[in-house]
């Protein structure tokens, strides 16, 4: 499949900083991150293909067709080299990118990923997707809220758990599987040891599906990198908790440019 064009936004100056998202998600899924970059950092957010504004392809899609569309967006936008960030899945597109075009990556930020699942982990997430494929999508959206935010968010921001789930709603259904069998069947341990980029490795304390042991093991496999565990969140730390995720991602980012 040839890539596509992408719908994206750009916003700042300094050095090129691209923003995947996550399954279902939006490029607007990083306003406040990119709120706290912009001054230092040319931020280049965008919908993966089947979201959003961009374009529809018939799926399935595959994680090299993320990547191609990535590759592709850089080369139309002129940047030389990019910093990548991604979240959930888009944490799996920025080391993949990173694999296949390492001349173009000065870093990659890992935010709320997996890599190194056990057996069990595996089943774990073919039982959602199964269900999904046998019930819907919109009827195992509660599944979701209870993944991705804490009880004390819920409760407190009821118009931004709607938000997100609209996002969700929104999505073509056989895009949204076709992602999240992506992000389900992907296994990055083979080939994390040849990203020899710098990487930051984040995620919550309480993330289930992106735990604090997987993440431990990416930070192991991965030659250059940060391991940083925030406690007491779970998957959706873009929105939960921006304010706790930028001092991490902006000095780690600051840092490839300084000393």
Known sequence: MTAIDV??????QGPALYLVHGIGARKTTWNELVDG??????????????HGESPIPPPPYSLEDLVDDLEALRRKLGHQKIHVAGHSLGGMIGPAYAHAY??????VSLLSTAAGRSPEDRAKLKAVGDAMEQNGVVETLET???RWFTDAFVENHPDLIKARLQQVKETPVDVFLSVFWIYATTE???WLHDVGCPCLVLTGELDGGCNPRLNKFIDSELPDSRLVILEGLKHSLTIEASDRVLPHLREFLLE????
């Open 102 to 107: 390492p001349e173009q990556t000065l870093s």
């Open 7 to 12: 719908s994206y936004r750009i916003e700042g």
């Open 256 to 259: 490839q440019h300084t000393g």
């Open 144 to 146: 979701f809220v209870e």
């Open 37 to 50: 970059l912009k001054q230092d950092f040319t931020c280049v957010s965008y919908d993966l293909r089947g």
């Open 188 to 190: 990055m341990a083979p």
